[in-house]
């Protein structure tokens, strides 16, 4: 087990969550492919993986991208539960979908039981200005109650596309190195104990 | 004309069709070259008559054209009728079939398929062949895969497909080991192949469809066709042999889900009380959901349990309309209920009394000797409703129409036979057609929208008018009647036809098609033996004037005449006479009688008959004029006979003709024929006839 896990690289499994529309695909494929695809045809759950060099060191990414819509919620929870970090989409240009993301939030922090999931609020179609109807303010305050950081992208002219992928990804690896140290520390005081215990007797 | 040739002798052409007919003529030009190059007022008087004419003749082609379009669209109309009542023939013979097949498929089906109430009518068979492909198809997983008996325990679990599937690691994305699926309405179940052992797979687990995340594989590197199911803790990836195969299963998993959504939803809605979609996360391998349902068997309500007594009671007491109500209120509340061995013994019971009670409906409606049949269609009115509710719909229509025969045949033996025929026929076509027509009424009160019974219905309809058409025939033409009385006969049957059309049921065409032949029979023999008797007065006949002894007796036979549309009165010489033989006084009379029962019976098929009836009547009354003025008699009775000829040719022949106009709209051409075959006898000698054909030929009323 030990042997193989060496030969591959890190594995980092990163969810896309949002409404639909918002242009989860459409990020996606840009980051995957670097092209973007106009047709709007949803989503019911791909994935995709890549190899790509994060901070110098090799890395795969396994991305879910998910149905805006999913009608049983235990399936959704099945999804959910299967991702390390979440980018959470909403579009700027619709503000149903900006309200939607609190949902979304709550169902992550439920499933995951997690505060400190690694997460981003991504304010995606920043290339349509003109139909802006969230404003960078208001995300940004919702993601500072979060805790998280807020990015606007564009699927469209690669605008903060691979920002989006590449900071999910490093909180990721912050987070299982961190989590490693954690158990380490655990299992040090477990040992601590029985060996106090063994003192004792 | 050589007149206008000289005064232009140029382009102003006669008058004639080709002339007016043709596109770039004008109207007012040509009156304007008229007048320009006519001179006088004759030659102008002429052109006008000839254009009067021409209008005239043009005015009657196209009246003939009108009728003859008309006959044509009669006559299709009444084709489409006949071709209706045909496919409705046809449609019932299918639905027969139908019923037929059913019933053969169900005595071979072992799978129980308690409450066919909850189903409709026509999905029935369907389903239950569905079912029957089901249950052969888990039985069959159950033999080839060990370890999942518990497979048949949900009742509606259905299957939908199965494959080989490569299951790879996650990690390292090499397959681990080959295993079975099989996607079931419900789930999905994965069975490993066994290398020992009678079977060749071995249970794995079972997941839910309700919690099954299913992941198209997009992009793995170089592995292709593959798919992912995620079920908590598990992350599971499986390869499929081709792209095709893959889209396959991902088309059958959404099609899966969203039919178990469709049915969660509806379940849902029915049952608001139950709490909303606890959060299904089943540990994999868990198919015994008997834990789950044990604790609601105590919820069923205490009506319910005892519905099965209380349908008993109902049944017994002959409240038919409480034990349906019962019966439905079951129905409902079992589509709501938890489904649970209480519950589905529950209704094995509730459908054995659907049953009884379908069966005591039916004993109801049942004809047996020793029944009164009092009540009539009224009494049933009751137990086809409630059948009908029930979903025996066809039954109901099939003991229904028994009965109305039934009640039918009562009215035939009822129906006094003394009496002379035409009073029976009036009786019993009275009686019989007014009872189909209530017939009617009630049986589209009863079934107001079932296609299948309303085929049904008119092939009884069909039956009962042949039986109807049968009897007629052996009361009406099998017996010595007058054409006078055969005529009444068959115009009454007619118009009961016809007002049975009014409730949409037109069959006259079957009925007059079943009395045809036997009319045109009938009127072959009223021929000949018309003919017959022609004959054999003419020889007694010494053609004489008719001396009618007294003024009096002249003006009432006169008057008699008259009001047969017959006027004599340029026949009378001196005070008592009329130069008309006693023969053809009396003959005009009969054949104005045979004209006018012919022409009752008239219809677009007999018509050729009847022609040849009067034509041959007619023909046979003025050949004796023809032979004895052949024989060479003497001057003064050769005008005699000349003069009777006439008044057969056109006094009698105007009348005939005109009441043959009057119902049909067209002169009889065979009539015309003999008028014109035989017109040289009176046009030889009488001037004052010379213009006879001229005058009366039948074009003038065209
Ligand atoms: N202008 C612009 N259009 C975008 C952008 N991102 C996505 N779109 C368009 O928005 C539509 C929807 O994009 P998708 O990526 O398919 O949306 P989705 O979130 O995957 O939707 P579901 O799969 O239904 O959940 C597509 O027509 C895209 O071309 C963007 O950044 N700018
Ligand atoms: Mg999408």
Request: hydrophobic residues 35%; charged residues 30%.
């Amino acid at each position: 087990m030990a042997k193989k896990a060496t030969v591959q690289p890190a594995l980092h499994k990163v969810i896309m969550v949002g409404s639909g529309g918002v242009g989860k695909s459409a990020l996606t494929l840009q980051f995957m492919y670097d092209e973007f695809v106009e047709d709007y045809e949803p989503t019911k759950a791909d994935s995709y993986r890549k190899k790509i060099l994060l901070d110098g060191e090799d890395v795969q990414i396994d991305i879910l991208d998910t149905a805006g819509q999913e009608d049983y919620a235990a399936i959704r929870d099945n999804y959910f539960r299967s991702g390390e970090g979440f980018l959470c989409i909403f579009s700027i240009t619709e503000d149903e979908s900006f309200q939607a993301t609190q949902e979304f939030r709550e169902q992550i922090l439920r499933v995951k039981n997690d505060e400190n999931i690694p997460f981003l609020l991504v304010g995606n179609k920043s290339d349509l200005e003109d139909r802006r109807k969230v404003t960078f303010q208001e995300a940004s305050d919702r993601a500072k109650q979060w805790g998280v950081p807020y990015v606007e992208t564009s699927a469209k002219t690669r605008e903060h596309v691979d920002k989006v992928f590449y900071d999910l990804m490093r909180e990721i690896r912050a987070r299982k190195i961190e989590e490693k140290t954690v158990n380490n520390g655990r299992g040090k005081d477990k040992n601590k104990k029985k060996k106090l215990k063994c003192t004792i007797l | 004309m050589n007149f206008s040739k000289d005064c232009n002798g140029m382009d102003v052409k006669e008058p004639d069709k080709t002339l007016l007919s043709s596109i770039d003529f004008s109207p007012e030009k040509y009156v304007r070259d008229l007048s320009q190059h006519c001179v006088g007022g004759p030659e102008l008087r002429r052109l006008r008559k000839k254009i009067q004419n021409l209008s005239e003749e043009t005015n009657n082609s196209l009246k003939k054209n009108v009728y003859q379009n008309y006959m044509q669209f009669i006559d299709s109309a009444k084709e489409l009728s006949h071709l209706e009542s045909e496919m409705y023939q046809l449609s019932h013979l299918l639905s027969e079939q139908k019923s037929l097949l059913t019933s053969l498929c169900t005595t071979s089906i072992l799978a129980d398929d308690s409450m066919i109430i909850r189903r409709s009518e026509n999905k029935d068979e369907n389903v239950k062949e569905q079912n029957q492909i089901n249950h052969e198809k888990l039985a069959s997983i159950l033999e080839k895969v060990e370890g999942c008996k518990e497979l048949l325990e949900v009742s509606a679990r259905t299957y939908l497909y199965e494959g080989p599937l490569a299951e790879l690691d996650p990690l390292e994305n090499t397959v681990i080991k080959n295993v079975q699926a099989y996607l079931f309405s419900d789930g999905l179940m994965i069975a490993t192949r066994n290398g020992r052992g009678l079977m060749k797979y071995v249970f794995e687990t079972m997941y839910e469809l309700g919690s099954l995340a299913v992941v198209n594989v997009k992009d793995l590197g170089n592995i292709k066709y593959a798919f992912k199911i995620l079920i908590f803790p598990d992350t599971r990836i499986f390869k499929c042999d081709s792209e095709t195969t893959k889209k396959e299963w991902l088309e059958k998993f959404d099609h899966a889900k969203k039919t178990k959504l469709t049915q969660d939803q509806q379940k849902r809605e029915s049952v608001p009380e139950k709490s909303p979609s606890r959060s299904i996360s089943i540990d994999s391998q868990s198919l015994n959901q008997f834990e789950e349902l044990e604790d609601t068997v105590t919820a069923h309500p205490e009506w319910f349990l005892e519905a099965p007594e209380e349908l008993d009671v109902c049944i017994a007491q002959r409240h038919f309309d409480d034990a349906l109500a019962l019966l439905q209120r079951v129905v409902e509340y079992c589509a709501h209920a938890q489904q649970d061995h209480v519950l589905i013994e529950v209704q094995r019971k509730v459908d054995v009394r659907h049953n009884n009670l379908t069966q005591v409906l039916m004993k109801e409606l049942e004809i047996s000797t020793g029944k009164s049949m009092q009540g009539g269609l009224g009494a049933s009115r009751r137990a086809v409703r409630l059948l009908i509710m029930l979903g025996h719909s066809n039954q109901a229509c099939d003991l229904f129409l028994k009965l109305c025969t039934y009640l039918l045949k009562i009215q035939y033996d009822r129906t006094k036979k003394e009496g002379s025929i035409t009073v029976y026929v009036k009786n019993l076509s009275g009686i019989i057609f007014t009872n189909i027509c209530h017939m009617t009424e009630e049986f589209l009160k009863n079934f107001p929208n079932s296609s299948a019974c309303c085929s049904a219905y008119l092939v009884w309809v069909s039956a009962q008018l042949s039986y109807f058409s049968n009897h007629f025939i052996k009361r009406v033409f099998k017996s010595p009647i007058s054409l006078s009385n055969l005529a009444e006969c068959i115009d009454l049957v007619r118009w009961h036809c016809q007002k049975l059309c009014t409730y949409g049921v037109d069959l006259c065409y079957q009925v007059e098609g079943a009395l045809r032949t036997y009319i045109t029979k009938a009127l072959k023999d009223f021929n000949d033996k018309f003919v017959e008797s022609i004959k054999f007065k003419a020889l007694d006949d010494n053609w004489n004037p008719t001396n009618l002894k007294s003024k009096n007796l002249l003006s009432k036979c006169l008057n008699e005449y008259a009001e047969m549309g017959l006027i004599l009165n340029s026949y009378i010489t001196g005070d008592v006479w009329l130069q008309i033989t006693a023969n053809n006084m009396e003959f005009s009379k009969t054949f104005l009688i045979l004209l006018n029962n012919c022409l009752k019976l008239e219809t677009t098929e007999l018509l050729y008959a009847i022609n040849d009836t009067i034509s041959n009547v007619f023909e046979a009354q003025i050949k004796q004029h023809e032979l004895i003025l052949s024989e060479g008699t003497k001057a003064d009775q050769k005008t005699f006979v000349i003069k009777n000829a006439e008044f057969l040719l056109t006094t009698l022949m105007v009348l005939c003709q005109r009441k043959y106009i009057e119902k049909l709209g067209f002169p009889c051409e065979k009539l015309k024929q003999i008028q014109d075959k035989y017109s040289s006898l009176i046009t030889v000698i009488s001037p004052t006839t010379r213009d006879i054909k001229t005058k009366y030929s039948s074009d003038q009323y065209l």
